[in-house]
């Protein structure tokens, strides 16, 4: 018995149009321009659905930008605490006893002398000290003038 002939292989890889109509250009081309239309109505959907995300996000962030300025606004005018630290603040500027305050009066000086700088150190810290008792007896004081009026 003879054996059966093999099917010939494609010549060229163009004869193949498309896996499911192997032979049929005209089927082939238009399965082509279906898939492309497919692939451009997918694509303009994404593109569509990204939009109303972003506008969503948009809006939401608008929305929390207009309800933070608000509560600023509101807790700025309100809040006691942050009127009472202002005017701590405030009063500590004007007695001058900030260790913060810019307008500082001692700039390090790279030529001054060893003996010199210790001497301005413990000038600086005697003061301090006085300062400090002052303040404390100020505030005995105060206490004590409370207490006698009880």
């Known amino acids: 018995t003879p054996k059966p ?7 060229h890889s163009m004869d193949a149009m498309s896996n499911k109509w192997r032979d049929d250009p005209v089927r082939a ?5 279906a898939a492309r239309e497919a692939q451009a109505l997918v694509r303009s959907d994404a593109q569509a659905r990204a939009a109303r995300m972003l506008e969503q996000k948009l809006k939401q962030a ?30 500590k500027l004007l007695e001058g006893g900030s ?5 500082s009066s001692e700039v ?21 000290k006085r300062e400090k008792k002052a303040r404390k007896e100020k505030k ?11």
């Open 5 to 11: 002939l093999a099917t010939a292989a494609m010549v």
């Open 29 to 33: 081309i238009n399965e082509k321009k």
């Open 62 to 91: 608008q929305k929390g930008v207009e309800a933070r300025e608000y509560e600023q606004a509101g807790a700025i005018d309100n809040d006691e605490e942050y009127r009472q630290e202002m005017e701590q603040r405030r009063r």
């Open 99 to 103: 260790d913060s305050d810019s307008s």
């Open 108 to 128: 390090h000086d790279p030529f001054m002398s060893k003996a010199r700088r210790k001497e301005l150190k413990e000038d600086k810290r005697k003061k301090e």
């Open 140 to 150: 005995h004081k105060k206490e004590k003038r409370c207490s006698d009026s009880d």
